[in-house]
């Protein structure tokens, strides 16, 4: 028990995070009489989400380096305007489009991180402008009118599910089949990760502990898989978003590029003077977030079936709080993937269980603004507490 | 019972969250004198006048302050500010972008009902800057002057306050030798005008010139309290007091086996970076394997430029001349260049240059040499572990776990921390910018044996110091500067402090 308070005080933050989460699914639970965790609401939230919590992904590495990007709306609405170009317009087809506008979506966060990493214009100003040019250019390229309907194949990506290969007829059964093939695999890494630590005589947390630890997760994996399972089953779309959230907590985690990513946010000084390529590094993170609003903006285009001069609006903010409340610091240096997709799916949560029990934009939009800042000064808090 | 006591602290204990910061410290300080404070990093001196000025409110400690006889409970730096106690810190709370006489009066502004009134404001700035002997005008910014007549602004704030008793910490830390100087003059006149002050310090040498008593701390206690007179103190007799043991060699003996030329210079020219002028004119030198070399000079003299330009161009405009490591040409126009070369460089300012402070101890360390322990870009977080562990344990770096943020170290194992990183891109010339800045002495001994070592590892050392003895005490040879130029070169036994003291003032004919 001793060591269960001691992890968890030490992880307070990332702890927090989950259990506030987890409160507020309860509440929404109560206050909708249960329709929030349904299999067919729990599909609709990560559907309404996903867009948001691609951005958040991009947006985690750019205010980790000590940035902001607040054109990531202006520019998802751009791309989309394009691909509906190129689509229905031109009738390309629709892979050859999709690679075509995650290109374009690096080459506008390539305009941007020049500003920002070579020429030292600050971030918040760049992207202000891109903001505007983005947006002025998505009416342009739209010429003020929506454009639809895309081809099936592409809407597929947003609104389609994996298909059956065992023909389950209540349950969809593949689904069933990746969780417990997610569980197996889950195991299998911990459990060698834990050898290998303790071939190097590290410290491991006790053996009751670690099984209970994968216990809680290989149930709250089935217990997810299973709910998706009773309606369509996985989302294609939360494929997509699981493949992010690995990648990118693997760079950050794992990798020099992302370690250089955290030190030039901490220190850019003192990282530079230690041989990290810190105007390199700024630069492609804004590359990297260019291609992930690209990304955003074909899946919101593909759930809408159409590009809409007011796509994205607001995006750049849901993003930005999502990061925020998931606990990175303004300051740079600090922040995890997987806190930015909590954070995100915090204010996922609230925006889908205030709108089921009918509460007002306007009061919603109120909600939001203190829950973003209760989060952040509960962490400020944590953080003088600690010093 | 009637004393001359200006202050007294009795039985101040101070504690943080697990550590006991200060435990029973007393201090006593007499009317009109200097009283110096001094211990290791760490003991508790800083602690100790945060109670005192109130940055830690009464409440927050046990123990009782008296001033002038009486029982002070400061709640903030305001309540012991209108009593003219006034603390000036080791970094200096000026803002850079206001004027000088803005400085002094900001919070303290000359006006009424709101308005400043401006006359009074520069009025009364000049007589201040007058009586600190700064020749400058009120209006210019801060950002223009140097740090030594910074300090002088700071003091001059201190006196608009009508100080009673002024508190420095480290106040000579960034200054040259000449600033330092006329500072201790300034608190000797002080002293003939009935201010006392306390004043910490790492310099032995200022404290036995002007202090009249010292009260030593170490690890958050009184240790003792000497009269500088009636003891007959000497430095030794202070370090005594510091380190709890005789340090009869301050400096590590060292059999220097020196080999051949590993880095060499010529003819380096370097123009400052925003302006149209050479900071560095003409530079040769060399540096061989097993040999440390120092740099002499006062600051500014451009001995920082010339490491940072030398380092991968990281400083300066316009470079030219010619880099050899082993007698081949090499370009380092990067700083990326420089560390694959075998280069390393050690900041002067190791918290805005040299760590990332939010960052644990075992980050740092491996941040320039990731590459070792990483196999296709990716980390191996166990041998990374490892790496730290061996560092900690070579360098003696005092702390729970490698997992410690390096912002809560102290200066000696910050540095520690910042060598080792160094040490682990396994360079083969490694530049110490002011290496023991701001670290007490027994740490400093601890890093002056790792640099013996790296130089018996048969590494070039070239070390950047204002402390003479430091230069002579650790040099083979050493270089003097002085306005960009090289003025002199002088061998360990040839040297003395008068000997480069003579080169580091002589300008350009």
């Known amino acids: ?387 | 019972m009637a004393t001359n006591n200006i202050l007294e602290m009795r039985g101040i204990t101070k504690t943080f969250p697990g550590v006991k910061a200060l435990e029973n410290v007393n201090l006593q300080v007499k009317e009109g004198e200097i009283h110096a404070l001094m211990g290791e990093n760490g003991a508790g001196k800083s602690t100790l006048m945060k109670v005192l000025s109130g940055v830690y409110p009464h409440g927050s400690y046990t123990g009782d302050i008296l001033y002038k006889g009486n029982v002070c409970e400061f709640k903030d730096i305001t309540q012991s500010e209108r009593l003219g106690i006034v603390i000036i810190h080791q970094e200096l709370a000026l803002i850079p972008q206001l004027s000088i006489a803005e400085n002094i009066f900001l919070g303290n502004e000359q006006a009424k009902r709101g308005v400043i009134n401006w006359n009074d404001t520069i009025g009364k700035t000049k007589e201040l800057l007058k009586t600190v002997g700064l020749n400058e005008s009120p209006n210019t910014l801060i950002s223009s002057i140097g740090v030594g007549k910074q300090q002088l602004v700071e003091i001059a704030k201190a006196l608009s306050k009508e100080v009673k008793l002024l508190i420095l910490d480290e106040p000579t830390a960034a200054l040259n030798e000449e600033d330092s100087e006329n500072l201790l003059n300034l608190l000797l006149t002080f002293k003939k005008q009935g201010i006392s002050s306390i004043m910490i310090s790492h310099k032995l040498n200022e404290i036995t010139k002007v202090a009249d008593s010292i009260t030593i701390l170490r690890d958050g206690k009184t240790i003792e309290t000497l009269d500088m007179v009636k003891d007959n103190i000497n430095e030794d007799r202070i370090i005594k007091g510091m380190v709890g043991r005789d340090l009869t060699q301050r400096y590590p003996v060292r059999e220097p086996k020196i080999g051949d030329t590993i880095l060499e210079v010529k003819d380096w020219n370097v123009y400052h970076e925003t302006q149209d002028r050479k900071v560095i004119d003409d530079v040769s030198m060399y540096i061989r394997k097993g040999e440390i070399v120092g740099i002499a000079g006062l600051m500014g003299a451009g001995r920082t430029e010339l490491a940072m330009s030398l380092f991968g161009k990281s400083y300066g405009k316009r470079i030219s001349g010619e880099t050899l490591l082993n007698g081949k040409p090499v370009q380092m126009n990067t700083i990326n260049q420089a560390i694959d070369q075998g280069l390393a460089y050690v900041t002067e300012d190791r918290k805005h240059y040299g760590l990332i402070l939010m960052d644990d101890i075992k980050r740092n360390i491996t941040l320039t040499g990731l590459n070792k322990i990483s196999r296709n870009t990716v980390v191996n977080a166990n041998q990374e572990i490892i790496e730290a562990e061996r560092f900690r344990t070579k360098l003696n770096i005092k702390t729970p776990s490698i997992l410690q943020k390096t912002g809560n170290l102290s200066g000696g194992n910050q540095q520690k921390v910042v060598l080792s990183k160094w040490i682990f891109s396994e360079p083969e010339v490694l530049i110490l910018d002011e290496p023991t800045r701001g670290i007490d002495v027994g740490a400093k001994y601890e890093i002056y044996t790792i640099i013996n070592q790296l130089a018996m590892e048969g590494k070039g050392v070239l070390i950047i110091s204002s402390e003479l003895p430091e230069l002579l005490g650790m040099c083979d040879r050493m270089y003097v500067m002085s306005e960009g130029r090289f003025t002199g070169e002088v061998t360990r036994e040839e040297a003395s402090q008068e000997k480069l003291m003579k080169y580091m003032t002589k300008s350009r004919g």
């Open chain 1, 1 to 387: 028990m001793e060591s269960l308070s001691k992890l968890f005080k030490s992880n307070i933050r990332q702890y927090g995070m989950i259990v506030a989460l987890v409160l507020i699914m309860v509440l929404f639970q109560i206050l909708t009489d249960g329709i929030l965790l349904k299999s067919l609401n729990i599909t609709n939230l990560i559907l309404q989400n996903s867009y948001i919590l691609v951005l958040a992904i991009g947006m985690l590495l750019v205010i980790i380096t000590g940035h902001i990007d607040l054109s990531v709306g202006s520019i998802a609405a751009f791309v989309g305007a394009i691909s509906a170009i190129l689509m229905v317009d031109m009738h390309m087809p629709y892979p050859l489009a999709i690679i075509i506008s995650l290109v374009i979506g690096g080459l506008v966060g390539a305009w941007q991180g020049f500003w920002v990493a070579y020429v030292r214009i600050p971030s918040f100003i760049v992207t202000l402008a891109g903001m505007l040019i983005f947006r002025g250019l998505t009416m342009v390229v739209l010429d003020g009118q929506s454009v639809s309907p895309f081809p099936a194949g592409f809407q597929r990506i947003s609104s389609g599910f994996i298909p059956d290969w065992f023909g389950g007829s209540d349950v969809h059964f593949l689904t069933i089949v990746v969780g417990l093939a997610l569980s197996l695999i889950l195991i299998f890494t911990e459990w060698r990760n834990r050898l290998t630590q303790q071939r190097y005589q590290f410290d491991v947390v006790s053996a009751p502990l670690f099984v209970l630890k994968l216990v809680a997760i290989v149930a709250i994996i089935n217990v997810f898989t299973y709910v998706l399972a009773t309606y369509e089953g996985i989302p294609n779309i939360l494929i997509i978003l699981f493949i992010l959230v690995i990648i990118y907590t693997f760079v950050m985690n794992k990798t020099v590029m992302g370690r250089h990513i955290y030190a030039l946010g901490g220190n850019e000084k003192a990282a530079k003077l230690s041989g990290v390529k810190t105007k390199r590094m700024t630069f492609w993170v804004f590359v990297n977030m260019g291609v992930l609003a690209a990304l955003s903006g074909l899946l919101f285009a593909a759930r809408l079936n159409a590009a809409t001069p007011k796509a994205g609006v607001n995006f750049e903010l849901d993003a930005i709080a999502a990061v925020f409340i998931g606990g990175a610091s303004a300051t740079g240096g600090i922040g995890t993937v997987i806190g930015a997709i909590i954070g995100g799916l915090v204010m996922g949560v609230m925006n889908n269980g205030m709108s089921l029990i009918g509460m007002g934009i306007d009061r919603q939009q109120v909600i939001k603004g203190l829950v973003l800042l209760a989060a952040v000064a509960f962490d400020i808090y944590n953080k003088n507490k600690a010093s």
